[in-house]
């Protein structure tokens, strides 16, 4: 299933203020946005109950901001360990770490950023817009009663969630 022949625009513009977005190749972006449409679509036949199991799920999961923050500090703090214990050389892991992720903050860019990327890490905007759309799904927002067909319904979802 294309994101690009359910959406009314190509998925490259889907999300198109989130710097990560516009920095990830657009095959990889296709595929993050492709499984989470299949997941909508997936949740479009399901109850409101487990609907609502989903969102809490969405709600627990990392996103990338998150887990680049968390493996910095990890890095950051080992190689600062390290060097107390071991020899002062462990410092240039934290000197890296902090490097790497100076050029994350200042460009959305980096080689951790690339690898996350590529095993489908999500933005936490890429999160929501799919939250919000199991939101409409489960009729928290009444703009979609008109739509009666489920796969209708949940492309319908996916559009009104985007920002």
């Known amino acids: ?3 690009e022949v359910l959406l009314d625009r190509p998925a490259s513009e889907i999300l198109i203020r989130d710097n990560v977005r516009r920095h990830t190749p657009a095959r990889l972006n296709r595929k993050i946005d492709q499984a ?13 109950e ?6 809490k799920e969405l709600d627990q999961e990392w ?33 890296a770490t902090l490097g790497v992720l100076l050029q994350h903050s200042l460009t959305r ?6 690898a996350l990327r590529a095993v489908g890490i999500r933005t936490r905007r890429e999160i929501d817009a799919e939250k919000y759309a199991l939101r409409v799904l489960r009729g928290d927002f009444d703009n979609l009663k008109s739509v009666s067909e489920e796969s ?6 996916l559009r009104l969630s985007r920002p």
Do not use: C, N
Request: glycine content about 8%.
């Open 1 to 3: 299933m294309q994101v």
């Open 36 to 48: 989470m449409m299949k997941r909508v679509v997936e949740y479009s036949k399901k109850s409101a």
């Open 50 to 55: 487990e609907i609502g199991v989903h969102i």
């Open 63 to 95: 996103d990338l901001e998150r887990i680049v923050e968390t493996g910095a500090g990890t890095f950051a703090l080992t190689g600062l360990l390290m060097s107390g214990l071991k020899s002062r050389k462990w410092l240039v892991i934290s000197a």
């Open 109 to 114: 860019r980096s080689l951790p950023i690339k």
């Open 152 to 157: 209708h319904r949940a492309i319908e979802a």
